[in-house]
Structure formats: structure tokens, C-alpha cells
């Protein structure tokens, strides 16, 4: 054996110590570094890094921080609440850093570009956090990094093309970001790649063929961004792709029949997209699949039978397309499927009863399509199912008692369809039922006994069927019930009064049915109500005071009762309630004060009373009022204007008519309605509970000589309706100023004066009713304008002149212009140009003049009466002196005063003898 010389010896242990030595200093290096970005976080209390001191030795008791050689290797502090930046952070001073592991924290700020600095890194990892900016381009330089996940924070920008040298990753994550820009075809060139998640940002632009180059992918993931074009085939060679999720983008065209030959695949995710085309039947040789998501797309033709080869598929949606055709009865093959969904398409013929043997499934869906034929008694079998969702399609015969042995059902959906006969009592077996919908059908029969057993129902839903006899008083013992809603049915007897002690109940409608009786004041109890609908019924009585207590209540409505008495009184401040409907009663009384709390109002609807008041002016402090209607009452007196900047300001629909109010007509009530001065077809419809789906306004407007009931009101009508008043004076020629409104009904009121020339202005008005007042002049030629005018009637007035001529008034008949002596023109005569009466052409300022120098005219031929009985010299020289002034215009306006009001005169003794008969009935 060799002998080691002393002074060899000698330099071996000199080197040792010099290597011992440097170790020990450039781990104190990398500490102090490490100390001094420490020193920035805000939260210097962090206790999973108290152990980052200098007396701590930082490669053996530090957190998170691992070392090889003495130098530090790692450092991994995932989720370890730090709050903090990475400005200071020692990127020069970690030469042997490979992982990098800071996930789950509150930093901020931008990734430095010195992160380049960090060569021998390997995995870094800085998902979830709060880091802007761009991606800096010197991560290209990290050419040994083969993890790079950064997905779940607030960068922006492009991809940086310099990530494509990073030759050695295997996993790119930057899902979650604001990441803009197409995605680089260059990424093509990561040959080891197996994750490419980029899902969730705003990239733009097709999908790279290239990335059909990544023959190692496993998993692609770039759903929710922007990407628009087709799906390349070359994604097609993928053929170790486990996952590709493409999902809530705009992409277009058809699925390549290539992504079958991905025997790989377990999930694959098309859905929210623009995809047309047929399902390709190919995909029925993807063996390992296991979800399928197709919705939301443009999809067209069959169902592939294929599909069900399928048999480890447990996801199959395919609702929201365009497919027809019935459904392949080998989807019953399909023995692993848990989710079914092919709703909202049009598929046609009958259930398969093969679906009876998919003993996993959980949910069923088949709603909205064109379905007929009954439903299977094999779905009875579907011992797991917790959703059965069939609504709105054509299905017939009676619902099978076979579905009373679904003991998991909790969602029973068969509304919109055409069943018949009597509701099967097995349903009431179903004890985790929550939400039971067997609206719109033609059930008969009563409400089975053995619906008392369902303990969990929320949601019972049996509206618009023939049911009959009273309401089950066992309905009080379903505790959890949250909406009861049984309207347009053949129900009779009593609201019971125990329904008050639901006290979970938020929705209660029973209207159109022949409930009798007073309405329980127990329901005042129900501190969670919001829409409370009994109307159209046969219940009497006086309201309960109470019930203006409920301040969760956003709908109450008893239009088309009996009720009597007076309006509740006591309306509280923060009142919830948006619509009110007592339309069609007895009541008696003034309008409550209290109403005025309840700032949320919407629609107030009190008409068709007998209510006793003036006008409510003070309703005009309501924001949000939109429909005020308080036709046929006893309402009175003149509307006061007031003196409040801004009344009615979301006004789209007032109806006055059938009252007693008189006086001229305010112009400041017109001049604030400012919700008719704009046309906004973005209205939002009121917020009821359930979005619309168990309760929607609607109103009765006179419309084009017609009532029409109007549902959405809110969006669609706007209306003022003051007819079959005593109104006197004027036409507010501020009128022409509401270009939103749709109908305009003045009629059977003593208004006088000329049409105002602005109603010209009233673009969208359909319908325009001024008949049965004294109107005075010509019509004005800016009526003929009015392009959508399909309704018009000035009938009986005291018009003269031409009638306007234009497209629309060509459709008008005789009746529109009736009583009116003066008019001449089409259509009712033949022409104007050789009629006296037309050639007269007076324009509006000499009519006014003329109106104001009447009581002049008036005196001037009592005086030349009385000049003609005292000899008739007077009255010669009267006409001597016109003549020899030369001012003949006089003396014609004279003549032609004299004529009108032996006119006047004689059509007032015709309209004594009956031509007001019609006075109060409408058009």
C-alpha cells in the first residue's frame, strides 16, 4: 500500500478546511439574503417563519428551507400566510437554488425580470397569489426548469415566445390569470410537455396546430378564454391526452373525427362553444372515457347510437344543441352513467324504457324537447336517482305510481307536459323529496292525503291543472315548504288558517280558483313572505290591517275579489313591497298616507273601488313607481300640481279614467314624468323571488279602441289614460315631450283649445284618443308623421280643415273623424281643393287670436242688434265705414264667427238629445 507523504497529507487537509470554510460563508450569505427579503414581509409576526433568525442554523432549522452541500437547494413556504413582495428577494444570491415553492400566499407586485438569475432551477411553483404585471421574458432563461406553475393571480399580457426554450418543461400552468394574446405556435416545440393548462384568461385567436406536435401532452386544458376558429385535427395525434378541455370559448365548425382515435381520453370538455355540425359517431371508440360534455353548442342531427359503447362514461351532456331524433335506446347500456342530460334540444318519440336499467344514475334530464308518449314504469327503477327533470315536452297518460319507489328522489320536475288523471298517492312516499313540480298539465282530482309525509318538500308546484276539492289542511304540517303555489285550478273552500304557521313559507299563490271566505289574518305571521297572490277569487271581507306589517312582502295581490272595507292603514317604513293589486273590489276609503313608506313601490293598482278621494299627488315621491292605476273609483276633484322638483320620475303608465276629476290638467304633472321623456328598452323587470317564474305583473290597458290584459308591463307599455273624466282647458302641449308613450286616451272630457302641434313628437304612440271633448282648428299636418299611429279616434269634436294625409291616416276610417262638421278630406270626402271651409287656412296663431278676440265679436253684434232696433242707419254706416277702410277681413271673420256658433249652437241641441249617450262607454 502506498504511503501518503506528510506534505501531501499536508495539502489534502488544507483544502478541506479552505472547502469547509467557503461552505460555512456562502451559507451565511444565502441566510443574510434571505433575512433582509424577510425584513420586507408585513407581517413580521408570521409564526411558521420564526424560526428564520440568525442564531438558527438556516440549512437544518429553518422552515421550508432544505440545503445540499451547505448551499441552500430548496425553499418551499406553500401557504404559509406571508404577505409580501418578491423585489428583494435574493435572486443573485441562490446559485443553487432548484425548487422554488412559494404557492399559496399574499404576494404581490411583478415577477422580476432577475428571476432569469436562478439558472439551476428546476420547479417553481407560484400559484395563487396577487402577482400583476407580465410574465418577464429572462424565465426563458431558466433552461433546466421543467415545472413552471404560476396559475390563480392577476398577470397580464402576452405568453412571452421565450418559454418555448424552455426545452425541458413538462408542466405549463397559467390558468387563472388576465393573460391576453394569442397562444405561441412556438410552444409546439416543448417536446416533453405533458401539462399545458391555460384555461381562464383572455387569450384570443385560433388554437396553434403545433400543439398536436406535443406527443407527450396528457393534459390540455384552454377553456374559458377567447379562442376562436375551428379545432385543429392535428390534436388528433395526441395519443397519450388524457383530459382536453376546450371549454367557454367561440370556437366554430364541426368536431374532427380524429379526436376518436384519442383512446386515451377520460374527459373531454366541448361545451359553451359554437360547434355545429353532427356528433361524430366515432367518439363512441374512446373506451376510457369517462365524461362528455357537449352543451351549449350548435350541434345538430342524431344522437349517435355508438355512444353507447362508451362504458365507462358516467357524465353524458349534450343539452342546449340542435339535435333531433329520438334517443338511441343503447344509451341504456351506458351501465357506469351517474349524469344524463340531453335537455333543450328537439328530440322526438318516446323515454326508451332501456334508461331503467342505468341503476347508477343520479340525475335524469329530458326537459324542453318534443318528447311524447308516457313515461316508462321502468324509471321506477332508478333506485339512485336523485333528479328526474322531464318538463316541458309533450309526454302524455297518467304519471306512473312506479316513481313512488325513487326513495333518493329529491327533485321531481313533470310540469309543461300533458299528463292526466289524478296525482298518484305513491308520491307521497317519497320522503326526500324537496322541490316537486307538476305544474301545467291537465291533472285532476284532489291533492293526494300522502303528500302530508313529505317533511322535506320546499317547493310544491301544482298551478294550471283541474284540480279540485279544498286545500288540504295536512299542507300546514309541511314545515320546510318554502313555495306553495297552486293558482288556476278548480279549488274551493277556505284559505286555512294554519298556513300561518309555515313559517318558512316565502311564496303563497292561489289565484283563479273559487276560494271563498276571509283571508286569514294568520298569514301576517309569515315574517319570510314575499309574494302573497290569492287574486281572482271569490274571498270577501275586509283586508287585515296587519298585513301592511309583513316587511318582507314584496307582492300583494287580491285584485278581482270581494273584498271591502278600507286599504290597510299602516304600511311601514322599509316596507320590501314592489307591486300592489287590490284591483276589482269593494273597497271603500281614501288611498292610505302610509304608502308613501313604501319607497320600493313599483306598481300600485287600485282601480275598479269605490274609493273616495283627491288625487294622490303625494305617490309622487315614490322612485321607483311605474304603474299608478286608479281607473273607475270615486276619485275627484282637480290634480293639484305641487310644488316638488321631481314627481314621478320612473312613471311609465298612469291610468286616471273613470273618475271625477276636473279642472284644467297640470302641465307640471307631465313635465316631471321623465320615465316617458326617454325610450329605454333596457327596463330591468322587478326582482321577485324566483326571477319571474311564479309571478309577473300585469295590468289592463285600453289600447287601439281594445282592453288587453299586459304581462311585462314594465318593459313594454307606456300609457296615459285620463278618459271619462270632467277635465276642462287645454291640451298641455308638453305632452309632445313623453316620445316614449305608446297610448294617449283624453277622451269623453270637456277639453278645448287646438291639438297641440308636439304631439307630432310622440314617435312610438300606437294608439291616440282625444274624441268626445270641444277641440277646436285644424288637425295638425305633424299627426301624419306618426308612423307606428295604428289607433286613431277624434271623433266628435269641433275640428274643421283638411285632414292630413300620410301613410298612416290612409288606414283611418270614418269613425276616427265622426261629429266633426268642419273636416273635409279623405276619408270623409272625396278632396278639399274646391271647399270653402279648406281653403280657410288659418294658421295656429290666428286661430289663437281669433279664440282671444271672441268676446270682442260676442259684444260687437249685441251692439249692431241693438243699433238695428233703433233705426237702421246705424247699422248701415257700421258696414259704410269697414267698406271705405277697405278692410273687407274683418267683416268675412266676422260673417264666419257668426256661422260657427249658430253651428255650435245646433250641434249642442243634437247632442242633448242623445249623442252623449256614449259618454261613459269606452272605445
Known amino acids: 500500500?502506498?504511503?501518503?507523504?506528510?506534505?501531501?497529507?499536508?495539502?489534502?487537509?488544507?483544502?478541506?478546511?479552505?472547502?469547509?470554510?467557503?461552505?460555512?460563508?456562502a451559507s451565511t450569505d444565502e441566510a443574510t439574503a434571505l433575512l433582509k427579503w424577510k425584513a420586507t414581509f408585513k407581517n413580521q409576526n408570521n409564526s411558521l417563519l420564526a424560526s428564520w433568525t440568525p442564531s438558527f442554523n438556516a440549512c437544518t432549522d429553518w422552515y421550508g428551507v432544505i440545503c445540499f452541500n451547505g448551499r441552500v437547494n430548496t425553499l418551499n413556504i406553500t401557504n404559509s400566510i406571508v404577505i409580501g413582495t418578491l423585489y428583494a428577494f435574493p435572486f443573485s444570491s441562490l446559485p443553487?437554488?432548484?425548487?422554488?415553492?412559494?404557492?399559496m400566499n399574499n404576494f404581490s407586485g411583478t415577477i422580476p425580470p432577475e428571476i432569469g438569475n436562478l439558472t439551476n432551477l428546476i420547479f417553481l411553483n407560484l400559484n395563487i397569489n396577487q402577482f400583476s404585471g407580465t410574465i418577464p421574458q429572462q424565465i426563458g432563461s431558466l433552461a433546466k426548469l421543467q415545472t413552471l406553475r404560476i396559475f390563480d393571480n392577476h398577470l397580464n399580457g402576452s405568453i412571452p415566445e421565450e418559454i418555448s426554450y424552455l426545452r425541458s418543461l413538462t408542466k405549463l400552468s397559467l390558468g387563472r390569470n388576465f393573460l391576453t394574446g394569442s397562444i405561441p405556435a412556438s410552444l409546439g416545440n416543448l417536446n416533453n410537455l405533458s401539462f399545458l393548462l391555460l384555461y381562464e384568461n383572455q387569450l384570443s385567436g385560433s388554437i396553434p396546430e403545433e400543439i398536436g406536435y406535443l406527443r407527450s401532452l396528457t393534459k390540455l386544458s384552454l377553456g374559458r378564454n377567447f379562442l376562436t376558429g375551428s379545432i385543429p385535427a392535428s390534436l388528433g395525434n395526441l395519443n397519450n391526452l388524457s383530459f382536453l378541455l376546450l371549454y367557454e370559448n367561440q370556437l366554430s365548425g364541426s368536431i374532427p373525427e380524429e379526436i376518436g382515435y384519442l383512446m386515451s381520453l377520460t374527459m373531454l370538455s366541448l361545451d359553451r362553444n359554437f360547434l355545429t355540425g353532427s356528433i361524430p359517431a366515432s367518439l363512441g371508440n374512446l373506451s376510457n372515457l369517462?365524461?362528455?360534455?357537449?352543451?351549449?353548442?350548435?350541434?345538430?342531427?342524431?344522437?349517435?347510437?355508438?355512444?353507447?359503447?362508451?362504458?365507462?362514461l358516467s357524465d353524458l351532456v349534450l343539452n342546449n344543441n340542435l339535435l333531433s331524433g329520438s334517443i338511441p335506446l343503447e344509451i341504456g347500456y351506458l351501465s357506469s352513467l351517474t349524469y344524463l342530460s340531453l335537455g333543450n334540444n328537439s328530440l322526438n318519440g318516446s323515454i326508451p324504457a332501456s334508461l331503467g336499467n342505468l341503476s347508477n344514475l343520479s340525475d335524469l334530464v329530458l326537459n324542453?324537447?318534443?318528447?311524447?308518449?308516457?313515461?316508462?314504469?321502468?324509471?321506477?327503477?332508478?333506485?339512485?336517482?336523485?333528479?328526474?327533470?322531464?318538463?316541458?315536452?309533450?309526454?302524455?297518460?297518467?304519471?306512473?305510481?312506479?316513481?313512488?319507489?325513487?326513495?333518493?328522489?329529491?327533485?321531481?320536475?313533470?310540469?309543461?307536459?300533458?299528463?292526466?288523471?289524478?296525482?298518484?298517492?305513491?308520491?307521497?312516499?317519497?320522503?326526500?323529496?324537496?322541490?316537486?313540480?307538476?305544474?301545467?298539465?291537465?291533472?285532476?282530482?284532489?291533492?293526494?292525503?300522502?303528500?302530508?309525509?313529505?317533511?322535506?318538500?320546499?317547493?310544491?308546484?301544482?298551478?294550471?291543472?283541474?284540480?279540485?276539492?279544498e286545500i288540504p289542511s295536512f299542507v300546514c304540517n309541511?314545515?320546510?315548504?318554502?313555495?306553495?303555489?297552486?293558482?288556476?285550478?278548480?279549488?274551493?273552500?277556505?284559505?286555512?288558517?294554519?298556513l300561518g304557521n309555515i313559517s318558512s313559507l316565502q311564496i303563497l299563490m292561489m289565484s283563479h280558483n273559487n276560494l271563498s271566505g276571509e283571508i286569514p289574518s294568520s298569514i301576517s305571521n309569515l315574517t319570510s313572505l314575499q309574494i302573497l297572490d290569492l287574486g281572482r277569487n271569490n274571498l270577501e271581507g275586509a283586508i287585515p290591517q296587519c298585513f301592511g306589517n309583513i316587511s318582507s312582502l314584496q307582492v300583494f295581490d287580491m285584485q278581482n275579489n270581494k273584498l271591502t272595507g278600507t286599504l290597510p292603514t299602516n304600511f311601514s317604513i322599509g316596507s320590501s313591497l314592489i307591486s300592489l293589486n287590490l284591483h276589482g273590489n269593494e273597497l271603500e276609503g281614501e288611498i292610505?298616507?302610509?304608502?308613501?313608506?313604501?319607497?320600493?313601490?313599483?306598481?300600485?293598482?287600485?282601480?275598479?273601488n269605490h274609493l273616495n278621494d283627491t288625487f294622490p299627488m303625494w305617490l309622487g315621491t315614490l322612485p321607483e313607481l311605474r304603474v299608478l292605476r286608479l281607473t273607475s273609483n270615486k276619485l275627484h276633484g282637480p290634480i293639484r300640481s305641487s310644488g316638488a322638483k321631481i314627481m314621478f320620475p320612473d312613471l311609465r303608465i298612469i291610468d286616471l279614467s273613470n273618475n271625477a276629476f276636473s279642472k284644467d290638467l297640470p302641465t307640471s304633472l307631465f313635465q316631471h314624468l321623465k320615465g316617458m321623456?326617454?325610450?329605454?328598452?333596457?327596463?330591468?323587470?322587478?326582482?321577485?323571488?324566483?326571477?319571474?317564474?311564479?309571478?309577473?305583473?300585469?295590468?289592463?290597458?285600453?289600447t287601439k279602441g281594445l282592453k288587453l290584459e299586459v304581462v311585462k308591463i314594465l318593459s313594454l307599455y307606456t300609457v296615459i289614460d285620463l278618459s271619462n273624466n270632467k277635465f276642462e282647458g287645454r291640451i298641455p302641449s308638453v305632452l309632445g315631450d313623453l316620445i316614449a308613450l305608446r297610448v294617449l286616451n283624453m277622451s269623453h272630457n270637456g277639453l278645448k283649445g287646438h291639438i297641440p302641434l308636439s304631439l307630432g313628437n310622440l314617435s312610438v304612440v300606437e294608439s291616440l284618443d282625444l274624441s268626445f271633448n270641444q277641440l277646436l282648428g285644424e288637425i295638425p299636418q305633424q299627426l301624419a308623421s306618426l308612423t307606428s299611429l295604428e289607433f286613431l279616434n277624434l271623433s266628435h269634436n269641433y275640428l274643421q280643415g283638411c285632414i292630413p294625409q300620410g301613410p298612416q291616416f290612409r288606414t283611418f276610417e270614418n269613425s276616427s273623424f265622426a261629429g266633426n262638421d268642419g273636416l273635409r278630406g279623405f276619408p270623409v270626402s272625396k278632396g278639399c281643393g274646391n271647399d270653402p271651409v279648406s281653403e280657410t287656412n288659418y294658421t295656429v296663431s290666428a286661430l289663437e287670436d281669433q279664440e282671444r278676440n271672441s268676446e270682442f265679436?260676442?259684444?260687437?253684434?249685441?251692439?249692431?242688434?241693438?243699433?238695428?232696433?233703433?233705426?237702421?242707419?246705424?247699422?248701415l254706416s257700421i258696414i259704410y265705414f269697414l267698406i271705405s277702410t277697405g278692410n273687407l277681413r274683418w267683416l268675412a271673420r266676422i260673417i264666419e264667427e257668426l256661422e260657427h256658433k249658430i253651428i255650435i249652437r245646433r250641434r249642442k241641441k243634437q247632442r242633448g238629445q242623445g249623442n252623449y249617450r256614449g259618454r261613459n262607454n269606452r272605445f
Open 96 to 103: 443553487f437554488l432548484e425548487n422554488l415553492d412559494l404557492s
Open 478 to 498: 309541511l314545515t320546510s315548504l318554502e313555495v306553495l303555489s297552486m293558482p288556476r285550478n278548480n279549488l274551493r273552500g277556505k284559505v286555512p288558517q294554519c
Open 290 to 312: 369517462s365524461v362528455l360534455y357537449l352543451f351549449d353548442n350548435h350541434f345538430s342531427g342524431s344522437i349517435p347510437a355508438s355512444l353507447g359503447n362508451l362504458s365507462n
Open 677 to 702: 321623456m326617454t325610450i329605454d328598452q333596457t327596463i330591468k323587470l322587478p326582482n321577485y323571488k324566483g326571477g319571474g317564474f311564479y309571478y309577473q305583473d300585469s295590468v289592463v290597458v285600453v
Open 592 to 608: 292610505p298616507r302610509s304608502l308613501a313608506n313604501c319607497k320600493k313601490l313599483q306598481v300600485l293598482d287600485l282601480g275598479d
Open 368 to 469: 324542453n324537447n318534443l318528447l311524447s308518449g308516457s313515461i316508462p314504469l321502468e324509471i321506477g327503477y332508478l333506485s339512485s336517482l336523485t333528479l328526474l327533470e322531464l318538463s316541458s315536452n309533450s309526454l302524455n297518460g297518467s304519471i306512473p305510481a312506479s316513481l313512488g319507489n325513487l326513495s333518493n328522489l329529491s327533485f321531481l320536475y313533470l310540469f309543461d307536459n300533458h299528463f292526466s288523471g289524478s296525482i298518484p298517492l305513491e308520491i307521497g312516499y317519497l320522503s326526500s323529496l324537496t322541490y316537486l313540480s307538476l305544474g301545467n298539465n291537465s291533472l285532476n282530482g284532489s291533492i293526494p292525503a300522502s303528500f302530508g309525509n313529505l317533511r322535506n318538500l320546499e317547493n310544491m308546484i301544482l298551478n294550471d291543472n283541474n284540480l279540485i276539492g
Open 857 to 875: 265679436f260676442n259684444d260687437f253684434w249685441k251692439a249692431a242688434l241693438m243699433g238695428y232696433g233703433s233705426g237702421l242707419c246705424i247699422g
Open 1 to 25: 500500500m502506498m504511503m501518503i507523504s506528510s506534505k501531501t497529507f499536508s495539502s489534502l487537509q488544507f483544502f478541506t478546511i479552505l472547502y469547509l470554510f467557503t461552505v460555512t460563508f
